[in-house]
């Protein structure tokens, strides 16, 4: 008897690519998919880094060293990837970056440096890839959202800015391709304990805060992404794209 559900959220046989995955979330989503059977390719800017990901994960992976803030080279970098398990079926855009700049302190180079990794590599990578994934008629895109999509953090106008624009990002994508199998999605982290968090976390009185926020009351965990990974890039999503899904504890919730 065949196993319906199984089936449904199956990742066996798929190929993804992961921006990065040299650590943080990116890099557990990474592991977290070649652990079930998907084929990957991390892309980050620091080799050294990515090799340690690829001796620590299990699976069959491979990974590109690349500046994705630096747009000229996209293409050159989606050409690497392809190269290595063919087009993804799969695209995952965890890089990130959060320059922490007041809104008095800015400066071209922080905002446009957040631009360019946060909301531009997305898009130029989906799009590199989005002739193949229609011509299988299947593909899956998962964005990096954030709290920030939604509200205002001190220190954060660049980075929240890119992740406002994430969100319709995903629904502009999710427009344009999702008629030719591809849905588009994205993840709203909550507070997960990151490189990019770390001066969240090193302060407890902070981190016990931003618990308390939660209705589960707790802060994330990596594991906590696992499920909603498996679910977006799987046959199980199918009818489900443009939406932003915040795995935060129901911190948007209170």
Known sequence: MTDVGSDLFS?????????????GLG????????????KVVGVA?????????QASASGNTHFVAADLSDQSALGEVAAEVGKAFGVPDI?????????????????LEGWNVSMDLNLAAPFFLAQS???????????RIINFASLQSFRAFPGGIAYGA??????????????????????????????????????????????ARNAAQTCIGRNGEPSDLDGPLQFLCSDASAYVTGQVLAVDGGYTAK
């Open 129 to 139: 890839f989005s002739e193949s994934m229609k011509s299988k008629n299947w593909g």
């Open 45 to 53: 800017r620091r080799s050294d880094q990515l090799k340690a990901w």
């Open 91 to 107: 695209l995952i855009n965890a890089a990130g970056i959060n320059t922490r700049q007041a809104a008095d302190d800015v400066t």
């Open 27 to 38: 890099r557990h989503a990474a592991t977290f998919l070649a652990q079930n059977g998907v």
């Open 162 to 207: 890119s992740k406002a624009g994430i969100a319709q990002l995903t629904r502009a994508m999710a427009e344009a391709w999702s008629p030719y199998g591809i849905t588009a999605n994205a993840i709203a982290p909550g507070f997960f304990r990151t490189e990019l968090t770390e001066a969240v976390f090193s302060d407890p009185e902070r981190s």
């Open 11 to 23: 990742l066996a046989g798929k190929t993804a690519c992961v921006t990065g995955a040299s650590s």
